[in-house]
């Protein structure tokens, strides 16, 4: 076997820090090192020599091409290459070329991705612009080697038709209000505060032979069929169960590629379900961690083919069987190495703690249905809520001190204004010695306070953590300037501090929760708490363009009111799109696999209880398995009729609402009632005539 120098190869494809000091002039480095991490803006003779440098670096890898990688709003990233060859010489020769001008923009042809009405077609004209924060990578596959170069996308008109450039702007937002409160509250050195996220992202692994014969799988990414196997996760042997060898040895090569791309891949371990796993990475500064996520789906799918494997990244690839999530693990921290989130050890840094967790609170249950919505996702509608995963109710999950402190805050009085000496002092006694790590972990919370950071455990795990990351940075940067404006305006900064914890922990405290988030009592008790419970993402869409999240956004210059309302119009045209592929996939199975394959049963049994019968024999066995199966064919039949019926009704209507509503609440409702009879139907048909391979098949031969 291989053995793998972990530090050697880790970064080897990364055009990193390093690699520029080493290759950039001093004051090349240094201007846009003021770029990086001032914002300044970028002077096109430093891009033209940066260019050089990493065209002379990535053909030194073995690049041929480039490319300017990005996000559109399709789920996935895009790219489109260019080899860095000139025209041919008059000799013949060509040279290998790449410009300052060819680094920072691209320009990729819009009219094909998503925009929502905000680019009408003759406008087709999109920009990629790149992104010197995020470092650039020599991707190799099939293909060869490429240099990517992570991008923002945006239209002629300079409206953001992809991921990442709301997401800077979120980030930059934060950072202003963040720096603002933290000179309030007494710290002169910090000057930047960056978001930093750790994104676990879960999966599951099958055979490829047997995906290929799942033509469910190969269109939508989840079965639409299929019945659960005797042996399902009751017995809890999975959960870090031993890796077996052949996802070990997948896993190893994932690894391997991860780190050569810099993308700290950290902890593997087996999942709750059967054949499912999970990959956390170290986790780095916001928009990196959103690039490397996306690397490390693209990875997990490309490496597992060449094991002859499929990585299915699907929300819920298996109805009965535990869904996969992504649990994003937020925090703050600023650029001299505080982590706002850390409850420190001494006073100072409590009040400071307690002041921000407090404000992290009231944002959260303020724009707690922006929040579900930045987590709402075709596939994630199948997950949530089902007793599996957090329920579609946005709460925190403190853990009890915090609690307890939170509630004396609120009820005795106790924690009276004090002043000693020159620190700041809550009066709150059981402050300074917070538990750091919370050892009872509640697993069942979408937003849990988890130690240092909180784990936002609602998204999905096919989709980017871009706009959860987009939703929280700017929530949280809202209320800090809300409270930075306050303390401005007061004598008595301490005293102002004081007030306003209790105060928002007074109005806020609802949206804490640390009992178990997947019990019915507790959505009756949200209900009561006057929570929002958006179970699905056609109910959750709205949220995207209310007046108060276009107030919010618009504030931070995150998004604008016709962006919002553009992604608004994109969702419910990719819902109303998925669950008709969906259908129209069912409906291809059921009427040339399935209805086929039944009847060719039911002809086995019939000619079985002739010849039976001619020998003399009664054969009840065989007639009563008859008439059940064509008792569940008919129903099928008849289910099936009624699915064609109304997915052609749903295809014909214009998109939006409507026609998003119309998929969720009928053409949903009749592709459930296709699938019951053929599940059953699966249970009684002879395995060798079953036209595909069953959920025991797929889950447990791995
Ligand atoms: P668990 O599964 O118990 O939540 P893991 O160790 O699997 O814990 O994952 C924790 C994730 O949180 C990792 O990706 C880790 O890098 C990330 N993380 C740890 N500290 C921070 C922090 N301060 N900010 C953001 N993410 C963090
Ligand atoms: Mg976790």
Redesign the pocket.
């Known amino acids: 076997m291989e053995n793998v120098n972990v530090t050697e190869i880790f970064g080897e494809n990364v055009f990193s820090d390093k690699v520029m000091q080493e290759r950039l002039p001093k004051k090349v480095y240094k201007e846009l090192h003021e770029t990086i991490d001032e914002g300044k803006e970028l002077d096109p003779m430093i891009a033209e020599v940066v260019a050089g440098a990493m065209k002379e670096w990535a053909i030194e890898k073995g690049a041929t091409h480039y490319t300017h990688w990005f996000q559109p709003l399709t789920g996935v990233t895009a790219e489109k290459h260019d080899s860095f060859i000139s025209a041919p010489t008059k000799e013949g020769n060509v040279l290998m070329e790449f410009s300052g001008k060819e680094l920072i923009k691209g320009e990729p042809d819009a009219s094909s991705f998503p925009s929502g009405g905000l680019r009408a077609t003759f406008e087709a004209r999109g920009y990629t612009a790149w992104d010197c924060t995020s470092p650039a990578f020599v991707r190799k596959d099939s293909a060869g080697a490429t240099l990517c170069i992570p991008t923002a996308f945006c239209s002629y008109t300079g409206e953001a038709l992809d991921q990442k450039t709301p997401l800077l702007r979120s980030m930059e937002a934060l950072s202003v209000q963040t720096i603002r409160l933290l000179r309030l509250l007494g710290n002169t050195t910090s000057k930047k505060a960056t978001p930093?996220?750790?994104?676990?992202q879960e999966y599951f692994i099958v055979d490829r032979d047997l995906y290929l014969k799942r033509k469910d799988l190969i269109f939508t990414g989840r079965t639409l069929f299929g019945a659960m196997p005797p042996k399902g996760q009751e017995m809890d042997d999975h959960y870090f169960g031993v890796i077996r060898e052949r996802i070990a040895a997948f896993m190893k090569d994932v690894n391997r590629e991860l780190w050569g791309l810099g993308v700290s891949a950290?902890?593997q371990h087996n999942e709750v379900a059967p054949a499912q796993h999970e990959l956390?990475?170290?986790?780095a500064q916001c928009n990196v961690a959103v690039d490397h996520n996306q690397m490390v789906m693209e990875t997990l799918k490309k490496v597992a083919y060449d094991h002859n494997l499929q990585c299915l990244l699907h929300e819920k690839p298996f109805d009965g069987v535990n869904g996969s999530g992504k649990?994003n693990?937020?925090?703050l921290i600023t650029d001299d190495g505080i982590?706002l989130?850390d409850p420190g050890k001494t006073p100072h840094e409590n009040i400071q703690f307690l002041l921000i967790l407090i404000c992290i609170l009231k944002a959260v249950d303020e724009h707690a249905e922006l929040l579900r919505e930045s987590a709402a996702d075709v596939g994630n509608d199948q997950r949530l809520g089902a007793n599996e995963a957090p329920p579609a109710i946005i709460s925190v999950f403190l853990g009890e001190q915090l609690e307890d402190v939170l509630t004396q805050l609120i009820s005795t009085g106790e924690a009276t204004h004090s002043k000693r000496g020159e620190k700041l002092h809550t009066g709150v006694r059981t402050l300074p010695d917070f538990r750091k790590d919370a050892t009872d972990?509640n697993r069942t919370s979408p937003f849990a306070f988890?130690g240092?950071?909180f784990?936002f455990r609602m998204v999905g795990s096919r989709d980017s953590v871009a706009m959860p990351n987009v939703v929280i940075n700017t929530i949280v940067a809202e209320v800090f300037d809300e409270v930075a404006t306050i303390l401005e305006k007061t004598d008595d900064v301490e005293m102002a501090v004081h007030d306003l914890i209790k105060e928002f922990a007074t109005n806020h405290q609802r949206i804490v929760f640390n009992g178990n988030g997947y019990s019915d009592e507790w959505i009756e008790e949200a209900k009561r708490r006057g929570l929002p419970n958006l179970k699905s993402m056609v109910d959750a869409i709205p949220a995207l363009i209310s007046e108060k999240t276009i107030k919010t956004f618009e504030k931070y210059n995150v998004f604008t009111r016709a962006e919002l309302e553009s992604r608004a119009e994109i969702q419910y045209e990719t819902y109303a799109k998925a669950v008709n592929i969906e259908a129209k996939a069912m409906i291809d199975i059921a009427s040339k696999h399935i209805i086929p394959a039944v009847i060719r049963y039911t002809k086995v049994l019939a000619d079985t209880v002739n010849s039976v019968e001619t020998a003399g024999v009664t054969a009840n066995v065989q007639r009563e398995l008859l008439e059940e199966t064509s008792m569940l064919l008919e129903q099928t039949k008849k289910s099936l009729n009624v699915l064609i019926e109304v997915a052609a009704k749903g295809s014909a209507m214009e998109d939006g609402e409507d026609c998003a509503r119309y998929f969720h609440d009928v053409v949903s409702k009749a592709m459930v009632d296709l699938r019951t009879p053929v599940d059953q139907l699966e249970m009684i048909v002879d395995k060798e005539m079953w036209p595909m391979p069953s959920y025991g098949d797929l889950i447990f031969e791995v």
Do not use: D, M, Q
């Open positions: 930093s996220v750790g994104p676990e950290k902890t956390a990475p170290i986790y649990h693990n937020w925090s982590n989130l972990r988890t240092n950071k784990e």
